[in-house]
């Protein structure tokens, strides 16, 4: 039986499924998917009820990205991205009544939100501007040269890093809620791009203009290192994992297909199923764990009940549990899918079959390009050479 929260995306899902060749093939936005989530109520869900939304949780997030992701990556995507930003509001800004009120929209109006975290010249680190928001007279403005913004064509508002002011050193920053009306985009360069073509991931100069209220209260370092970073991590994870679930499946479908024509022989091709079924298990668990602690987190009365080894973790640990997550599932799952290629064959290779999975394949190499996973091993390093807790222990 399909569980209730599940429902609303098994639509969405067959919808993004129809379309997802034709998405990648053109290199276009999967309206068609997205008009869904918003026909669902998907895009405001997790505004709190008290807001009118549904307060859904992120392991329940996770669960729909997957079920997208196996029918279209770079709708799961959009879907990922976007509830990204979401949980930075409930974690962070829901106490400024700009940002209650904001919430209030997204959840009646099923606002899409777009990120606007890199910059020209700052080497894909997150945690540098080199812009400015600036302030007066009750109003803000900032400029940024952006090389990609995922959707913004597309976007209703967007959540924007800059330094908290001309001064301030580059680490220094806010996140600031830019509305769609309020915004000037001059396109400055393409996305033609490998895989998950549909971002439509654009170079931009954004342009914002404001009220003061609408920059977030808490500083953006607190707001990447608590919420951003690591609900990025998870949400694409289960993206990872859908594409890698549905390659398998297709790759499963093709043994048994052949198993058929020739009764009582194993394909060939079975012992390389096995070697994609362990490691996916491995994900499932894990990632099962994590998002049961993030939730758990956010709930008084069940982080009481929850040992404190069993716990979110805090501070480097988080980092690292992060950082960990995001290599070894960006790797497992290209190799997961690599197999379901070699099992397929020429039927996989080719576009336009049933078993094709050379969109899995090409989609799949985000994964480790998505803050490179070189960036993320050597900052991985250091942080285990300062973290004192005990590594591995049960």
């Given at each position: 039986?399909?569980?209730?929260?599940l429902?609303?995306?098994?639509?969405?899902?067959?919808?993004?499924?129809?379309?997802?060749d034709?998405?990648?093939?053109?290199g276009?936005?999967?309206?068609?998917?997205?008009?869904?989530?918003?026909?669902e109520?998907?895009?405001?869900?997790?505004v709190?009820?008290?807001?009118?939304?549904r307060?859904?949780?992120?392991?329940?997030?996770?669960?729909?990205t997957?079920?997208l992701?196996?029918?279209?990556?770079?709708?799961?995507?959009?879907?990922?991205?976007?509830?990204?930003?979401?949980?930075?509001?409930?974690?962070?800004?829901?106490?400024?009544?700009?940002?209650?009120?904001?919430a209030?929209?997204?959840?009646?109006?099923?606002?899409?939100?777009?990120?606007?975290?890199?910059?020209?010249?700052?080497?894909?680190?997150?945690?540098?501007?080199?812009?400015a928001?600036?302030?007066?007279?009750?109003?803000?403005?900032?400029?940024?040269?952006?090389?990609?913004?995922?959707?913004?064509?597309y976007?209703?508002?967007?959540?924007?890093?800059a330094?908290?002011?001309?001064?301030?050193?580059?680490?220094?920053q806010?996140?600031?809620t830019?509305?769609?009306?309020d915004?000037?985009?001059?396109?400055?360069?393409?996305?033609?791009?490998?895989?998950?073509?549909?971002?439509?991931?654009?170079?931009?100069?954004?342009?914002?203009?404001?009220?003061?209220?609408?920059?977030m209260?808490?500083?953006?370092?607190?707001?990447?290192?608590?919420t951003?970073?690591?609900?990025s991590h998870?949400?694409?994870?289960?993206?990872?994992?859908?594409?890698?679930?549905?390659a398998?499946?297709?790759a499963r479908?093709?043994l048994?297909?052949?198993?058929?024509?020739?009764?009582?022989?194993?394909?060939?091709?079975?012992?390389?199923?096995?070697?994609?079924?362990g490691?996916?298990?491995?994900?499932?668990s894990?990632?099962?764990e994590?998002?049961?602690?993030?939730?758990?987190?956010?709930?008084?009365?069940?982080?009481a009940?929850?040992?404190?080894?069993?716990?979110?973790?805090?501070?480097?640990?988080?980092?690292?549990?992060?950082?960990?997550?995001?290599?070894?599932?960006?790797e497992?799952?290209?190799?997961?899918?690599?197999n379901?290629?070699?099992?397929c064959?020429?039927?996989?290779?080719?576009?336009?079959?049933?078993?094709s999975?050379?969109?899995?394949?090409?989609?799949?190499?985000?994964?480790?390009?998505m803050?490179?996973?070189?960036?993320?091993?050597?900052?991985?390093?250091?942080?285990?050479?300062?973290?004192?807790?005990?590594?591995?222990?049960?």
């Open positions: 039986m399909t569980a209730p929260a429902i609303g995306i098994d639509r969405v899902a067959r919808i993004a499924a129809t379309h997802a034709a998405v990648d093939r053109e276009r936005f999967p309206a068609e998917a997205v008009a869904a989530m918003r026909e109520g998907l895009l405001g869900q997790m709190p009820a008290t807001l009118g939304g307060g859904t949780p992120l392991s329940v997030v996770a669960q729909q997957q079920v992701a196996r029918a279209c990556a770079s709708s799961a995507m959009v879907f990922a991205m976007h509830h990204n930003q979401i949980a930075c509001v409930i974690d962070h800004a829901l106490g400024d009544p700009w940002h209650a009120d904001f209030r929209r997204l959840a009646a109006e099923q606002l899409l939100v777009a990120s606007v975290t890199s910059e020209v010249g700052i080497g894909g680190d997150m945690r540098s501007s080199t812009c928001v600036a302030v007066a007279d009750g109003r803000f403005t900032l400029e940024k040269a952006a090389p990609t913004i995922s959707y913004a064509r976007a209703d508002a967007f959540f924007v890093t330094r908290a002011h001309a001064d301030a050193p580059a680490s220094d806010v996140l600031v830019v509305l769609r009306a915004t000037t985009l001059d396109h400055t360069g393409e996305w033609d791009a490998l895989g998950l073509r549909g971002t439509c991931s654009e170079a931009f100069r954004f342009v914002g203009t404001g009220l003061a209220a609408q920059v209260p808490t500083s953006f370092a607190d707001i990447a290192g608590a951003m970073v690591p609900v998870l949400l694409w994870a289960a993206a990872w994992t859908g594409i890698a679930v549905d398998t499946a297709r479908r093709f048994r297909e052949r198993a058929r024509r020739t009764p009582g022989v194993v394909p060939p091709g079975a012992a390389r199923l096995t070697q994609s079924v490691p996916l298990q491995q994900m499932r894990r990632l099962r994590l998002l049961a602690q993030y939730d758990s987190a956010r709930d008084p009365a069940a982080a009940a929850v040992p404190p080894r069993d716990r979110w973790p805090e501070g480097m640990a988080l980092a690292v549990a992060m950082n960990s997550l995001k290599v070894d599932v960006s497992t799952c290209l190799q997961v899918v690599h379901a290629m070699v099992i064959g020429m039927a996989g290779y080719r576009n336009g079959t049933e078993y999975v050379g969109r899995h394949l090409r989609d799949i190499y985000s994964a480790q390009l803050i490179s996973n070189d960036r993320v091993v050597a900052t991985t390093g250091a942080l285990l050479l300062a973290q004192r807790s005990e590594i591995g222990a049960l």
